[in-house]
């Protein structure tokens, strides 16, 4: 009886460090640019709700034209300590120059693409912009790997119109000014920004992987138009998901197994 509660004790603290790990992948910063607060039903009406039918969180960072510095939540509602954000745009001497000294513009929209997805107040309907270049700098998130999950788009213009957007995701060690030529002809995902009925890949956002470490924790992202008819970059919506590491994912597996295979062996010597 003592090895069969010894052997429900090592599944017991499998399952935990199995939801431990899981949980890290659900820790969510959910960022919504522009000036429409998020309400109701929009607040699940995004692309990692998509992608993760199980994800419940509804808080998103209302960022508009000034950076945060504290006060920053997670997306389900936690305090998010030590998160900072700092907007950026292109330089006044150079527009390919991200400089994060200066604020974007902060755009209702909507006029043109205002149904589906991105109706109502959607996340992806309002945002930020600035000719040619918009980013922001994340900072204390920590060392590892993040997904990116961002909306970019012109609601001004009818999808047909043909803007597509280019979108950047990289880890730097400081918020210093970055250069964005030698990126511009090869983005890291584009969104054509002509679907409006359901958040698809590359239709109206794109999914980016970054890993930080110590020596470079903070997570920039920035967006440029890459077509004649839109040069101006967008950012409406950005969620950063963590990833959790394959090891400790595997550990906690490993527990499991391990005792299910105790408990197993016990149970056919009970039997016996």
Not at 71 to 92: C, I, K, M, P, Q
Not at 156 to 162: D, Q
Not at 224 to 233: S, W
Request: proline letters at 3%; a negative charge; glycine letters at 12%.
């Amino acid at each position: 009886m003592k090895i069969l509660s010894h052997t429900r004790s090592l599944v017991f603290s499998g399952a935990l460090l199995l939801i431990a790990a899981g949980s890290a992948a659900a820790n969510v910063l959910m960022l919504d640019f522009g000036p429409i607060t998020v309400t109701g039903t929009d607040q699940s009406n995004s692309p990692y709700h998509t992608v993760d039918s199980e994800y419940t969180g509804t808080s998103w960072n209302k960022v508009q034209t000034a950076d945060v510095t504290s006060g920053v939540f997670w997306g389900d509602g936690s305090a998010a300590d030590g998160v900072t954000l700092n907007l950026g745009r292109s330089s006044t001497l150079n527009q390919a120059v991200l400089t994060f000294a200066g604020a974007p513009v902060s755009i209702e929209m909507g006029t043109d693409t205002n149904t589906g997805v991105f109706s109502g107040t959607s996340v992806g309907r309002d945002g930020i912009s600035y000719d040619v270049v918009v980013g922001i700098a994340i900072g204390g998130l920590g060392a590892g790997t993040y997904d990116i999950y961002v909306t970019g788009a012109n609601t001004n213009r009818a999808p047909t119109f043909g803007a597509t957007i280019g979108f950047w995701g990289m880890s730097t060690a400081s918020t210093a000014s970055i250069d964005t030529t030698p990126y511009v002809d090869s983005p890291d995902g584009t969104s054509t920004n002509s679907v409006v009925g359901s958040w698809i890949e590359g239709s109206n956002y794109v999914k980016l992987t970054v890993t930080l470490s110590e020596a470079d924790p903070y997570l920039v992202i920035f967006a440029t138009g890459v077509t004649e008819n839109e040069n101006r970059g967008f950012l409406n919506s950005i969620q950063v998901v963590s990833v959790p590491e394959p090891a400790e994912t595997g550990a906690a597996l490993g527990v499991i197994v391990l005792g299910l295979a105790v408990l197993a062996r016990r149970v056919r010597r009970f039997r016996r």
